[in-house]
């Protein structure tokens, strides 16, 4: 089980994570992970800004020093109940990452150290985030990395399932700020999932569900504060009906960079993106096109938000190499998506986008396309319209059941 940030927010929430796991632990022994309180960490990085701190080790231990609280006093929680509880962090397992800070992989995860602890208790209170890295030193797992620890233990010990409790009943249809009537998937893929997550939902962290999918877990979405059902995230055979777009989402932390007037020459895109991928800076859509002289190219293509300036950086410090004329950049910018396992073996869909948007005055900058998604970049101001709009042109809204005598009927 793995509770956020919101669903630890305070002590009330704390004791009402304590009410779920004395209800769970009945029946199960149980690895309870948990997320620092909602914005400690924000303050953690806050702190190190201000003393303009670039060092690893020390920013990763200052990072991951919220986790310590929440799992401590949950455990406190707990043994006051008389459960037999044991709050840990990461290296006390231990989780075993690369060398990398801020962005560790998990290496190794000693199973039977687990299994150890649980001859004596019955739940293990976890910090997530972080781990130890084979020098010894404290690692972070990168924002949102409580869930991967949760998926990356719960895979070890080959659990039934990894519960993931947050502040919302599960995962929607689009974003219910934007779309209230947007419905609650019950059941959805992997792969739907994890185009969800890199395409703006904020649900999961993309990298909790990569490693889910590969290790074939069962993960759940579900609300710390509602008793009700969640979202099942499985393998596509356990799917008895794939939904033609099952969702809509959004991410406005796009910019959109385009460099005008390169050579039009073998090399060349393999040289711009190169350097950006030293750099770790993580490329989206790209469009490619000649110019009007018909001797130079084109190119415009995404960057998360956060690495725009690092980007644009690179590319003028290599300006003499590139042999570009001009380079312009645009925050402004929205990449909107419709993701369905359906796609695969139902033609028309991206027709019906483009037409939708078409008939919002909406128009379209650049287009990039998987087996189960199709994403489009937009002007940022349209975002709302371009989701609501798209969210109805696929009947995704819930459907709803009335009686009519022996028989129910659904109405949209």
Not at 60 to 80: C, M, P, Q, R
Not at 308 to 325: F, G, H, Q
Request: aromatic fraction near 4%; proline fraction near 2%; charged fraction near 25%.
């Amino acid at each position: 089980m793995k509770f956020g940030g919101t669903s630890v927010g305070n002590l009330d929430k704390i004791n009402n994570v304590a009410n779920i796991v004395e209800n769970e632990v009945k029946n199960n022994k149980l690895i309870v992970v948990l997320s620092a309180m909602a914005g400690v960490t924000n303050n953690m990085q806050n702190y190190l800004d201000q003393i303009n701190s670039d060092e690893e080790i020390e920013n990763d231990l200052v990072l991951t020093s919220g986790e310590s609280v929440t799992i401590g006093l949950l455990s406190a929680i707990l043994k006051k109940r008389n459960i037999k509880s044991i709050p840990l962090l990461g290296w006390q397992i231990p989780i075993l990452t690369d060398r990398n800070h801020k962005k560790a992989k998990i290496l190794n995860i000693n199973k039977k150290r687990i299994e150890e602890f649980f001859k004596n208790y019955d739940v293990i209170v976890l910090a997530g985030f972080q781990g130890v890295n084979v020098d010894g030193y404290i690692t972070s797992l990168g924002r949102g990395g409580s869930d991967t620890t949760a998926v990356a233990i719960a895979s070890a010990i080959k659990a039934e399932r990894c519960d993931i409790y947050t502040d919302v009943k599960g995962v929607y249809s689009a974003d219910p700020n934007i779309v209230p009537e947007a419905k609650k998937i019950s059941k959805m893929a992997f792969e739907e999932m994890l185009e969800m997550s890199s395409t703006g939902a904020k649900v999961l962290h993309t990298r909790s569900v990569e490693l889910a999918m590969k290790n074939n877990l069962v993960l759940q979405v579900l609300s710390s504060s509602n008793k009700t059902s969640g979202t099942l995230i499985v393998d596509e055979k356990k799917l008895i009906e794939k939904e033609i777009v099952s969702g809509v989402s959004y991410s406005k932390n796009e910019s959109k960079i385009t460099i005008s007037g390169i050579p039009d020459k073998p090399g060349i895109s393999a040289n711009i993106f190169g350097l950006l991928a030293d750099k770790n800076i993580n490329v989206d859509m790209i469009v490619q096109n000649i110019s009007q002289d018909g001797i130079s190219a084109n190119i415009t293509f995404t960057v998360p938000s956060s690495e725009i300036n690092l980007a644009t950086s690179v590319l003028e410090n290599n300006l003499d190499d590139i042999k570009y004329k001009s380079l312009k950049t645009d925050e402004n910018v929205s990449k909107i998506s419709v993701i369905g396992m359906g796609m695969m073996s139902q033609s028309g869909v991206a027709q019906k986008m483009f037409k939708t948007l078409a008939n919002n005055s909406i128009n379209i900058l650049a287009i990039s396309t998987s087996e189960i998604k199709i994403s489009v970049l937009i002007d940022e101001r349209y975002t709302n319209v371009a989701v609501k709009s798209l969210h109805e042109a696929y009947n995704l809204r819930e459907k709803k059941w009335v009686q009519l005598g022996r028989f129910s009927k659904i109405i949209d």
